[in-house]
């Protein structure tokens, strides 16, 4: 008889990293019959956003999913603090949920490992207790996790801190060839008050058995090389990049606007098109607004623009849509009606369907990980616009390690109290938007060489395909 083998995830609580989590479950059942996965979903307390995704997935033997108990978490605290109290809170709840899981072996299959969330590290203790290995999912790119790495050990093995890391103007890392300039590190690296929570997750990466990357050789083969290569990487951890990992069927509201802007899309003519947003926390004020309505103006260039409201200032709200009579008063006087015909100013925007779309050419993007790899996937070249957390990274990984997208901006920043640490003119915004559609840069053939590539690394022959068998085979092994 066929032994079963049974994986417990372990996603953060939030829309974007409990889809990918399941997207990434979908791919290993679906390659293997031996395995059988929960998923153990944690919420903080009074959120419903992630109900409505679970709810909707298909019922299958092999896929498990169990909301854990709410817990209470003290008023008022950060979403730091209340992330590490929400998991430490969670704690009794896994263990309880993977004991019922044990006791019923012979149909869940013995338990094998936890794959855990990037930000779930905490986790590792409760799969000790239960002698099973802890592999991480860690949706961001490998040269990252590679500069994650490297910054923990010069802090450990060199003391350098935040304090002589803003005196560099650059740094040589070892996933990445170029040396990277010290304004396009992650905000937390920079931010003294950071340094303790950075320290602790990355010595959290480093206690993990194996880290599941959302990437794939083809695309960071530079990266994915120190790995093996570089004696201060090699010995830390073994790596599975098995992306792209993405949900494409857009999470679309099912909102009128959506469809009439799929519509207009329809009627324009190939590649003509620049999209302009900036994830689910992507938003700006007046001043920052104004210069990008000039530079979308006097380009004269077709686009689609998701506009969102800023949170009150100093909270940590997510952007919201503004009402569409609003635009009006915070756009230049006249904007809408003298773009009427060659644009469409948007709330929410259905991301994955616009960029899947013929008609759309360039893709102005705050470099959020998940939606690089969207723009990857769909052949979109990128002007980069980075906003917070590895954006920066990101950003310059792009434009100047693999040269797939063009410069917009690779320092700018917002503080988690919605402060922007400058205003990029309009100047700037405007040859980025006609840099990233003309057409006969070197750049657009590279991004559809890469979509080539992309489309075919899952498939058999493909990198992730073989890193994914090698994953397998780990977990299997451990039974």
Not at 18 to 26: Q, R
Not at 30 to 59: A, C, G, H, Q
Not at 312 to 339: Q, W
Request: hydrophobic fraction near 40%.
């Amino acid at each position: 008889m066929m032994k079963k083998a049974q994986v417990v995830f372990i996603p953060s609580p939030g829309v974007g990293h409990i889809v990918s989590t399941l997207e990434f479950a979908k791919l290993l059942i679906n390659r293997d019959n031996r395995l059988r996965i929960t998923v153990l979903i944690m919420k903080f307390p009074n959120t419903t956003e992630t109900d409505i995704y679970t709810k909707s997935l298909p019922i299958l033997d092999s896929l498990n999913i169990i909301n854990l108990p709410e817990c209470s978490l003290p008023p008022n605290m950060d979403r730091r603090s209340a992330m590490i109290a929400l998991l430490e809170a969670q704690k009794p709840n896994v263990k309880q949920a993977v004991s019922n899981l044990t006791t019923g072996e012979a149909q869940h299959g013995r338990l094998a490992a936890f794959v855990v969330d990037m930000f779930c590290t905490r986790m590792i203790d409760v799969a000790k207790e239960f002698s099973v290995p802890t592999l991480v999912f860690f949706t961001s790119g490998v040269a990252l996790l590679g500069l994650m790495f490297h910054l923990h050990t010069i802090h450990e093995r060199d003391s350098v801190d935040s304090t002589q890391l803003l005196q560099l103007t650059e740094l040589a890392v070892p996933s990445f060839a170029n040396p990277v300039p010290t304004e396009s590190l992650p905000s937390v690296v920079l931010q003294k008050e950071w340094e303790s929570f950075f320290m602790a997750y990355c010595k959290g990466l480093k206690n993990a058995d194996g880290i599941i990357v959302n990437s794939f050789e083809e695309l960071e083969s530079y990266a994915v090389h120190s790995f093996a290569s570089h004696p201060d990487l090699a010995s830390l951890t073994t790596i599975y990049p098995v992306g792209p990992i993405l949900n494409l069927e857009s999470k679309t509201k099912g909102s009128v606007d959506s469809d009439d802007t799929i519509k207009w899309l329809d009627d324009q003519p190939p590649s003509s098109v620049v999209f302009l947003c900036f994830g689910s926390r992507g938003s700006f004020y007046e001043d920052q607004i104004k210069e990008i309505a000039y530079a979308i103006e006097k380009s004269e260039v077709r686009f689609i623009w998701a506009l969102r409201k800023p949170p009150p200032k100093g909270t940590m709200d997510a952007p919201s849509d503004y009402s569409p009579f609003h635009f009006d008063s915070i756009l230049p006087k006249g904007f809408l009606d003298r773009t009427a015909k060659i644009g469409r100013v948007v709330g929410w925007a259905p991301q994955a369907q616009i960029l899947a779309h013929p008609a759309t050419g360039g893709f102005v993007s705050h470099c959020g990980w998940n939606s690089t790899l969207e723009s990857i996937y769909f052949g979109v070249p990128i002007a980069t616009w980075p906003h917070s957390a590895e954006q920066p990274t990101n950003a310059f990984e792009l434009v100047c390690e693999l040269k797939i997208a063009v410069e917009i901006a690779l320092d700018y920043r917002v503080e988690y109290t919605g402060e922007h640490n400058y205003v990029v003119n309009a100047e700037k915004i405007e040859r980025g938007i006609r840099s990233v559609l003309s057409e006969d840069e070197e750049i657009r053939k590279k991004v559809n060489e890469m979509s080539e590539k992309s489309g075919n690394t899952l498939l058999e022959g493909g990198s992730s395909y073989n890193y994914l068998g090698r994953l397998i085979d780990y977990i299997v092994n451990q039974i």
